[in-house]
Structures are given as C-alpha cells and as structure tokens.
C-alpha cells in the first residue's frame, strides 16, 4: 500500500501543476496591449503592470520564412502573411534547392500577391549542421529592415498577427518577442496527438514559466527580434551548430539585459497529415533537447505527467480497485482540463479528441526515458549526435562488423536499461 500513496501524492503534485498551468494559459491570454500599458480583460479591467510604451512609428519588418518540402496546409499557411493588416513588411521565402517541392509553392504566393514584397532565395548553404539556420542566413543577408521575424512554414496567422506582436518592440528595453501557439487541424491519429500536445504541455509549460517563474520561453515558430541584439550575440554564425537555436538565441540576448516577451497573440501550428514515425521522431528530438539543456530539472516533465505516475502503483502493486478507480480519476481530470484549454485557445478541435489524451500522455510519457539512452537525433533527413546545450556533432557513419557490434550494443543495452538511467542522471547532476 505504501507504493500506491507515494505515487499517489505525486500524481497529486502533478495534477495541481497541471491546474496552475491552465490557470497560466488562462490569464496570459487575457491580457492585452491598449494605448500605453499591459491590462487584464476580465469583468473588471485593471492595470496588470506598470509598463510604459514609447509612442513611435510603425517599424517595417523583413519576415525570414524557411521552406523544406510540403508541410500541411503550406500554400494558406504561406498566404496568410500576404494578407496582413500592416503597412510595410517584406517575405522571403529561402530554400536549399530548386528541386524541393515547397519551391512551387513559393512561386504560386508570390505570382498570386504580385503587390506584396516577396522574394524567394534559393541558395545552398552548409555553414552549419542545424539545417534551419543555414537556409535562414542566406535569408537574413538579403533582409532590408532592421527588425527580422522569424516565421515556421506550418505557421498561420491572422491579419492581426505583426500589428499585435510589434506593440511590445515600442518598449526599447525589450529584445525578442514569441508567441503563444496553438495546435490546429488533425486528420489522423498522429496529428491529433501532436495538437493536444501543443495544446496542453506546451502551451501551459510556456505561460507557467512565464507567469509563475518569470522565464519566457522563445518558440522558434515565432521570434521577432532588431538586426542590431542578434548580431550582438554573433548573428545566425553563432547557433549554426545548435539544435534548439531558438532558446539559445533567446537566452544569449535575455543576458545581454534585454526584455523576452510572450505575446499573448496566438497562432496556429497545421498538424493535418501526420504519420506516427513523424510524431515519435518530433518528440524524441525534442525531448532529447530538452535533456542536454535541462539537465535533471528534465525529471519534471516525468513528475509532471500525473496520467503515466497514475499506472505505476497498477503495474508495481497490484490492480485493485483503489488503483485502477484513481487512475480513471486522473484520466477524467486531465481529459476535462484539455477540453477546457481547447476551448480557450480557440482550437476548434472536435471535443471527442480528447478523450485520446491520456493515451497521448502515457505515449509522451514512455518517450521520455529515450533521451536518457540515447543521444543521436535525427532532423530533416540528417542525423546528428546532440551533446551539452543541444551542440551538435556529426553523426560518425559506420559500415559491416561496426554495425553488428552497434547493433549489439543495442540488444545488451535494453537489458540494462535500469542502470543506464540511473548513470545518466548521476552525470548530468555531477
């Protein structure tokens, strides 16, 4: 009985961050930018904080758009920042290759907006191993204005999007500004998955860091920023060879005494046609990422998956009604709890969805362990080792008796997982 009330009380930990996380996500949405200051919209409108904006002129902005083949719903993706509510903008879309598929898309926006400021680069560029920021810096050379927007091609916004994100470069202490972002679309299981994952773990990890421990989180899929603080951190060159560049960029200039603001303006992530190999290769990496920024603090997430803490006692105890009965208890909760963030962030996702979130926690919560074993990722079509601070490495190629004793090494190294677990945990923490 003493396993089942020492998972219990986690599980109840658990749940109650996942509580302060909605009640995060629920209150950054609520705020707004009016006139000069930062308010709640609520029953009652009052001042949230004492930030003041300079008034100044509309900055005119270079949007970055790094293309690689079809992501879903890419030509009304790409079309939606043709259709902005802004005076003065440009879009450069930047690929690697003629041959890519994602360049006729390109083609297509920009003979269909022929008013719009639109350039296409195509240009091969291997400065680095992250395959982004080498089709970003051919982008960023050709970009005219001084503040750049870095954008994901499986990003939609509204027509509100710059005008809203621009309000907080009026503060001249602030240095990046992100956005919240919501999971949109699903067509098949795998996108479902991915879309309740963003609509729960991410969105509500990124406004409880920013609300609760005062530590925004730069998402990569949106990241406005002045020409002038990226290159005082070293430009694109220096997080070439980083995995999450995003959240190195944003550190490097949180340090330099800059401002990193989470615009609570969100946009839509299209996750339409996702395969499983797709998902469990996003999340692995992403996890893996975690791990070598994170260090042990990565032992949260585990802590914070209150559905998989929920089977442990099933698994190590016994299958009894008291465990089995709490176990339904935390599926409901978190069932309802993603229902409900649905609802505020506008998913418009079809409500019978979510009874797949407990299925999608025990999945994210089996992945975890992966990134504790291994540290090989593989990233559109490349396959790195990650190290310390998501640096990457080459990934060494081998061939004949090297690979049986790889091959080996794996068979022998899922017997040990319990070992090699505990060992990793104890080199990160040492």
């Given at each position: 009985?003493?396993?089942?009330?020492?998972?219990?009380?986690?599980?109840?930990?658990?749940?109650?961050?996942?509580g302060?996380?909605?009640?995060?996500?629920?209150a950054t949405?609520?705020?707004?930018?009016?006139?000069n200051?930062?308010?709640?919209?609520?029953?009652?409108?009052?001042?949230?904080?004492p930030?003041?904006?300079?008034?100044?002129?509309?900055f005119?902005?270079?949007?970055?758009?790094?293309?690689?083949?079809?992501?879903?719903?890419?030509?009304d993706?790409?079309?939606?920042?043709?259709?902005?509510?802004?005076?003065?903008?440009?879009?450069?879309?930047?690929?690697?290759?003629?041959?890519?598929?994602a360049?006729?898309?390109?083609r297509?926006?920009?003979?269909?907006?022929?008013?719009?400021?639109?350039?296409?680069?195509?240009?091969?560029?291997e400065?680095?191993?992250?395959?982004?920021?080498?089709?970003?810096?051919?982008?960023?050379?050709?970009?005219?204005?001084?503040?750049?927007?870095?954008?994901?091609?499986?990003?939609?916004?509204?027509?509100?999007?710059?005008?809203?994100?621009?309000?907080h470069?009026k503060?001249?202490?602030?240095?990046?500004?992100?956005?919240?972002?919501?999971g949109?679309?699903?067509?098949?299981?795998?996108?479902?998955?991915?879309?309740?994952?963003?609509?729960?773990?991410?969105?509500?990890?990124?406004?409880?860091?920013?609300?609760?421990?005062?530590?925004?989180?730069?998402?990569?899929?949106?990241?406005?920023?002045?020409?002038?603080?990226?290159e005082?951190?070293?430009?694109?060159?220096?997080?070439?060879?980083?995995?999450?560049e995003?959240y190195?960029?944003?550190?490097?200039?949180?340090?330099?005494g800059?401002?990193?603001?989470?615009?609570?303006?969100?946009?839509?992530?299209?996750?339409?046609?996702?395969?499983?190999?797709?998902?469990?290769?996003?999340?692995?990496?992403?996890?893996k990422?975690?791990?070598?920024?994170?260090?042990?603090?990565?032992?949260?997430?585990?802590?914070?998956?209150p559905?998989?803490?929920?089977?442990i006692p099933?698994?190590?105890?016994?299958?009894?009604?008291t465990?089995v009965?709490?176990?339904?208890?935390?599926?409901?909760?978190k069932?309802?709890?993603?229902?409900?963030?649905?609802?505020?962030?506008?998913?418009?996702?079809?409500?019978?969805?979510?009874?797949?979130?407990?299925?999608?926690?025990?999945?994210?919560?089996?992945?975890?362990?992966?990134?504790?074993?291994?540290?090989?990722?593989?990233?559109?079509?490349?396959r790195?080792?990650?190290?310390?601070?998501s640096?990457?490495?080459?990934y060494?190629?081998?061939?004949?008796?090297?690979?049986?004793?790889?091959?080996?090494?794996?068979?022998?190294?899922?017997?040990?997982w319990r070992?090699?677990?505990?060992?990793?945990?104890?080199?990160?923490i040492?």
């Amino acid at each position: 009985m003493e396993i089942f009330y020492v998972f219990a009380g986690i599980t109840i930990l658990g749940l109650i961050a996942y509580g302060l996380q909605i009640w995060a996500v629920r209150a950054t949405l609520k705020e707004q930018v009016i006139g000069n200051r930062l308010w709640v919209i609520g029953k009652k409108n009052y001042c949230l904080s004492p930030i003041t904006y300079r008034p100044s002129p509309v900055f005119p902005i270079s949007i970055l758009k790094p293309l690689k083949g079809l992501d879903d719903n890419l030509f009304d993706n790409l079309a939606s920042f043709c259709t902005q509510d802004y005076p003065e903008y440009e879009i450069i879309f930047s690929l690697q290759d003629y041959n890519d598929p994602a360049y006729k898309v390109a083609r297509k926006i920009k003979d269909k907006y022929p008013e719009k400021n639109i350039s296409i680069i195509v240009k091969k560029c291997e400065d680095g191993l992250n395959p982004k920021v080498n089709n970003l810096i051919p982008a960023y050379k050709a970009s005219q204005y001084d503040y750049v927007l870095i954008s994901d091609s499986n990003v939609m916004a509204d027509k509100d999007y710059l005008k809203e994100i621009v309000k907080h470069m009026k503060d001249p202490n602030v240095g990046i500004v992100s956005n919240v972002i919501k999971g949109v679309g699903g067509s098949t299981i795998s996108s479902i998955f991915e879309n309740l994952h963003l609509n729960s773990f991410v969105i509500g990890g990124v406004c409880f860091l920013n609300k609760f421990l005062k530590m925004p989180c730069v998402i990569g899929k949106s990241m406005l920023l002045k020409k002038s603080d990226l290159e005082a951190i070293g430009g694109f060159t220096a997080v070439k060879d980083v995995l999450a560049e995003d959240y190195v960029i944003g550190e490097r200039i949180h340090k330099m005494g800059k401002k990193v603001v989470l615009s609570n303006h969100a946009i839509s992530n299209v996750n339409e046609y996702w395969g499983v190999s797709k998902f469990l290769n996003r999340h692995t990496r992403w996890g893996k990422l975690r791990w070598r920024i994170g260090g042990i603090k990565y032992i949260s997430e585990l802590i914070g998956n209150p559905v998989l803490i929920s089977l442990i006692p099933i698994l190590l105890w016994e299958i009894s009604r008291t465990t089995v009965s709490f176990a339904l208890f935390v599926f409901i909760s978190k069932i309802i709890g993603d229902l409900y963030l649905g609802k505020i962030t506008h998913s418009n996702s079809n409500p019978m969805v979510y009874l797949l979130s407990p299925v999608k926690d025990i999945i994210i919560g089996l992945i975890w362990f992966v990134p504790i074993l291994s540290s090989t990722v593989v990233w559109r079509g490349n396959r790195y080792i990650i190290g310390k601070d998501s640096m990457l490495s080459p990934y060494p190629e081998t061939r004949g008796p090297q690979k049986v004793a790889r091959l080996f090494g794996v068979v022998v190294g899922m017997w040990s997982w319990r070992y090699r677990i505990v060992n990793a945990i104890k080199t990160r923490i040492a």
